[in-house]
């Protein structure tokens, strides 16, 4: 059988470097309608799955607090980076696939 898990962590670790010149131009459109639909409130607690490398991130508001994950370590640094610009705005609290699955088992 083949392991979808594995090959998806690897390409998107493979993709991350460059992520964001794709698609970033690609999805800010759909991104932007998608996320400007939903009724936001201060202090909403949000869990972004497949956060990737936080193209979310600018239409997202400044008062929720924000829980994101990616199965791609690579993804998750490169969100974590962007998170960091984003203190101020965000109580955000990342994980990878590792993280939650040793959260599970505890």
Same mark, same amino acid.
């Given at each position: 059988? @083949? ?5 998806? &962590?690897? &390409?998107?670790?493979?993709? +991350?470097? @460059?992520?964001?010149? =794709?698609?970033?131009? %690609? @999805? &800010?459109?759909?991104?932007?309608? +998608?996320?400007?639909? =939903? ?6 607690? =949000?869990?972004? =799955? ?26 998750? /640094?490169?969100? %974590? /980076?962007?998170? /960091?610009?984003? %203190?101020?705005?965000?109580?955000? +609290?990342?994980w990878t ?10």
């Open positions: 059988m @083949f392991n979808t898990t594995a090959w998806n &962590r690897l &390409r998107y670790t493979a993709y +991350a470097p @460059f992520y964001d010149t =794709v698609a970033a131009r %690609a @999805f &800010r459109r759909p991104r932007r309608i +998608a996320l400007g639909q =939903v009724d936001w409130e201060p202090g909403m607690r =949000v869990l972004l =799955v497949g956060a990737g490398t936080g193209l979310d991130l600018p239409f997202l508001p400044c008062d929720i607090e924000l829980h994101a994950t990616d199965i791609a370590p690579a993804m998750v /640094k490169r969100i %974590a /980076k962007e998170l /960091k610009r984003c %203190a101020a705005m965000l109580n955000a +609290a990342l696939l590792k993280s939650l699955t040793t959260r599970r088992a505890l």
